[in-house]
């Protein structure tokens, strides 16, 4: 017998230590990285009305999964006596972004809009989500078989399968500026995170402490130490413009591979 229950919150949910890592999430981990490209190259062909779909589909579910999600952890932090959570459950993470996004991207009719929504998902947004269902942050605080550990795998493998989806399909066609285009929507979100992380010491988009990266964690220490944390907020923040990069990078080179073996098959179909 388990010692709670699906829908448990973290305070009600005794001797607990870490499921990461454990043998459900390293099963997870590896049917997570073989079956999404997998299926991706196996719906490659989906036309590109049918991606569309996808899309608006994706985005009302993901969005309502947030909604659900602030509501179940604010009625137990509030009912536990620990108050509205400002400094840890307000959606201005950076994968936070994927659920405007895709908003975004799925229901506005302002093209450059849509881009740049589509730029931040297929860049930044798919390898947050692939690090996300590796470093999954919420096994740190649930148990494998509950909401929390669910939501928290849920949101970011939709994260790295959608950013897939949509660039094996050709949806999206990344170009080198879309490095630049896929880090705007997080220059937006920064404004209010930086307000809110000053005021309240929280760490959203990990701009503050860089929480969970020892490098960056270790150098916000020593900048604050120097009261020179603003400097920190900025370095971190233009980190993910090569994050986003070294997608955009990926990306270029499959399409020059594929792009000559089209054209060794488009020859030899000529001498024959």
């Given at each position: 017998m388990l010692g709670y229950k699906f829908f448990d919150y973290k305070y009600?949910?005794?001797n607990f230590s870490s499921d990461l890592f454990s043998v459900e999430h390293i099963i997870f981990i590896v049917l997570s990285f073989v079956l999404v490209p997998l299926i991706c190259i196996l719906l490659r062909k989906t036309n590109h009305k049918k991606v569309e779909?996808?899309?608006?589909?994706m985005s009302i579910v993901v969005a309502t999964l947030e909604i659900v999600k602030i509501v179940w952890e604010s009625y137990y932090d509030i009912?536990?006596?620990?108050?509205?959570n400002v400094g840890g459950i307000l959606p201005l993470y950076t994968c936070s972004l994927f659920i405007y996004c895709l908003l975004i991207a799925a229901w506005s009719?302002?093209?450059?809009?849509?881009?740049?929504?589509?730029?931040?998902?297929?860049?930044?947004?798919?390898?947050?989500g692939a690090i996300?269902?590796?470093q999954c942050n919420g096994l740190n605080w649930y148990p494998f078989w509950t909401f929390g550990a669910f939501y928290s795998m849920f949101f970011h493998l939709s994260m790295f399968a959608t950013g897939m989806f949509l660039l094996i399909t050709c949806y999206k066609k990344l170009e080198w500026k879309d490095a630049i285009l896929g880090w705007i929507p997080m220059a937006i979100l920064s404004v209010v995170a930086i307000a809110v992380n000053y005021e309240y010491g929280a760490d959203y988009m990990?701009?503050?402490e860089g929480s969970g990266i020892p490098l960056f964690s270790t150098l916000a220490q020593?900048?604050?130490?120097?009261?020179?944390?603003?400097?920190f907020t900025i370095i971190m923040l233009l980190t993910y413009i090569p994050f986003a990069g070294v997608v955009v990078c990926f990306a270029k080179l499959v399409y020059i591979v594929d792009g000559k073996i089209k054209a060794?098959?488009?020859?030899n179909k000529v001498e024959q």
């Open positions: 009600n949910i005794q779909i996808f899309i608006k589909v009912s536990t006596g620990h108050g509205f009719k302002n093209q450059k809009a849509k881009n740049i929504s589509l730029a931040f998902i297929t860049t930044i947004s798919m390898l947050s996300g269902v590796v990990q701009i503050y020593v900048l604050a130490a120097q009261h020179l944390r603003f400097v060794k098959k488009q020859n």
